[in-house]
């Protein structure tokens, strides 16, 4: 069975810098063959894709949204199986769940129809 559990969440002041992790395990195929995903979710907002990191085939290309770059930046450790979204500057408007996604197609990835998705970790950004 695929696992995907969060972690890292919390409450932040604006400025400030959390780092979250992604564990995986009960892939089928290698961790690294997988591209996998940060999505966020606001209240009363829909699902936002915020950073993706690509396979080994797609050698490990990485997306940002416009509203992160510079400030976020995804990794992933395949060794540890563990992906990583360290968050620096943070702001409010970063408050979200965030859920880590993965699928062995990038473009199912884009499209938001991942094949495995972990339950989220909460970030709240409040002075």
């Known amino acids: 069975e695929v696992q995907l559990v969060e972690s890292g969440g919390g409450l932040v002041q604006p400025g400030g810098s959390l780092r979250l992790s992604c564990a995986a395990s009960?892939?089928?195929?290698?961790?690294?063959?997988?591209?996998i995903s940060w999505v966020r979710q606001a209240p009363g907002e829909e699902l936002e894709r915020v950073s993706n990191?690509?396979?080994?085939?797609?050698?490990?290309?990485?997306f940002y949204t416009d509203s992160v770059k510079g400030r976020f930046t995804i990794s992933r450790d395949n060794t540890k199986n563990t992906l990583y979204l360290q968050m620096n500057s943070l702001k409010l408007e970063d408050t979200a769940m965030y859920y880590c996604?993965?699928?062995?197609?990038?473009?199912?990835?884009?499209?938001?129809?991942?094949?495995?998705w972990g339950q989220g970790t909460q970030v709240t950004v409040s002075s």
């Open positions: 996604a993965a699928d062995l197609d990038w473009g199912r990835l884009l499209e938001g129809r991942a094949g495995y």
């Open positions: 990191i690509n396979s080994a085939a797609g050698a490990f290309d990485t």
């Open positions: 009960g892939f089928t195929f290698g961790f690294e063959t997988y591209a």
